[in-house]
């Protein structure tokens, strides 16, 4: 089934302990996209960029059967710029610099032949234009998922609260599922979250894995231990993504299969960090990608008897 | 199979977000052998207390079936006293008081009846005494586990790596393993220590589960998500002495059954930091841990297809 991304495609420079990156292609909604490109074939996509954005990166994109009629190339615009710099243990970085550019006045236009989409991403962008998207289209998407983090919480609280009501899952990371659910036990604060709307909520650990709350169920996966973590950027869009992708290519919404997807994510996720940026994504082969998923296997699989 | 246990016997004071208490029954052999007592039925202690500590308390580990003839009680002697107070968030404490007091000058006595013990476990405490304690046994264990801490990496760091040349398994939080390895990724820290002397080690993570490190393949446990953690004290005990006490009961030191073992550990643990102290260990019931068992599995069971 079809898989519609909102979210941003920018430039991102970025430092870690291994070096330092130029102005390289970024954002949420590449990482997402990217990710579930290696599951869903029809992979349709709504952002905006500014025309210095370059055509070989746009290129990527389409070479992974992303459709692009729905990225805007405002003229005379300049691209969403974000750089960062991670601390020693790659857990914590500092925001360097934001430059919101042509996102600041980011309209969404969901073009007619999206319209159809089944499963719709709403990547980590303001809660107001995440609403409007839901509101132009035509048919309520199968699923709707969503994306946010402390920012908007901070400046735009009404409206995320308005967006989660008619969201069907929510993927955050532990610190922001306190801070929207005023709990510090994440059991607690999924419960809380979920009588705000959504009513599955994957909550991400980082290295520590990642919580599926789903009605009254759990499922946990980890992550796999790995030896090397050269650049967390875009690991949580690449969870999602592969989450995401995962299910519209199965069209299966069913508890036991977001549980696989939660796996196929992680093994995403896994491979995002090995490189700088979202290198790593461009070319993986489905053998790589089903070799990473049975290392979860083994990873966690144990009888009782 | 037996299991020896060697370690602490002490009051603990302690101060949590959800109250305090005086002094109640604590140290790490405590914790271990009543955790221990669910699985295996020969469970051998050595430890030292003052003739302070009640006799009420040396009870209920004989009720649990503990074999307290190497526990020395000393005349006029104070028993070993930790009074500590936990943050807000549960995961960080601050150490108030401690008073030796008996285990200053701890010589541990093995009886006769101890030494054919297949399983020994060298609960936290001077790596001098858990050397001693393996130099006085005429046989080697099937079976060596330790447990140590920080606070001996920092004071007794020769002694510690000539006991960790002697043992099978270690166990060790995720901190202390990257202090002993002088590695930050887990993995990295885990490949040093088995060059160390431990072809097992076992990293504690807390909340976030526990990683096994077993020649070149990794096992991870989740630690189940609870909605209230009442008193974390003993928890990495409780988890060791489930292991071990596993192990014992099966004879059985194949990496799957460690597995096993690391999971009866986790729930163990899981009941431990439901009430103060030790005291949910006093009555649990085969019924209530097989549950528990089964919440693990659910937790982290899916099916590829």
């Known amino acids: 089934m079809s898989l519609l991304t909102v979210g941003s495609v920018a430039f991102d420079a970025l430092e870690t302990p291994f070096g330092k990156t130029d102005k390289i292609i970024g ?56 750089s960062g710099k991670y601390h020693n243990d790659m857990n914590t970085r500092d925001t360097v610099e934001v430059q919101l550019n042509v996102m600041a006045d980011f309209d969404p236009v969901v073009p007619p032949a999206y319209h159809q989409s089944e499963f719709l991403m709403l990547g980590n962008t303001a809660p107001s234009i995440q609403k409007t998207v839901i509101e132009r289209l035509p048919r309520r998407p199968k699923l709707i998922m969503l994306d946010t983090m402390n920012f908007w919480m901070d400046s735009a609280w009404d409206d995320l609260l308005e967006v989660l009501k008619r969201v069907d899952v929510i993927t955050i990371n532990d610190e922001e599922a306190r801070q929207l659910s005023g709990e510090y036990a994440l059991v607690k604060a999924a419960a809380k979250i979920q009588t705000m709307g959504p009513k599955t909520v994957i909550i991400k650990k980082g290295e520590h894995g990642a919580l599926l709350f789903h009605a009254d169920s759990i499922f946990f996966a980890p992550a796999l231990p790995l030896e090397e973590v050269f650049d967390p950027t875009g690991a949580g869009d690449t969870f999602a993504g592969g989450f995401i992708g995962y299910l519209a290519s199965t069209g299966d919404v069913s ?51």
Not at 44 to 50: E, K, P, R, S, T
Not at 56 to 61: C, R
Request: hydrophobic share 40%.
């Open 27 to 82: 954002g949420a909604a590449t990482y997402i996209t990217l990710s579930a490109s290696y599951f869903t074939k029809e992979n349709n996509l709504v952002a905006v960029v500014g025309d210095d954005f370059p055509r070989e990166m746009i290129d990527i994109l389409k070479d992974h059967g992303v459709n692009t009629d729905g990225l805007e190339v405002r003229r005379g615009g300049k691209t969403f710029f974000w």
């Open 255 to 305: 508890f036991n299969n977001m549980k696989r997807g939660i796996i196929y994510g992680s093994a995403m996720a896994s491979f995002c960090v090995e490189k700088f940026g979202a290198e790593r994504l461009f070319n993986l082969t489905t053998e790589e990608i089903n070799d990473r998923v049975l290392k979860f296997v083994q990873l966690s699989a144990f009888e009782l008897q």
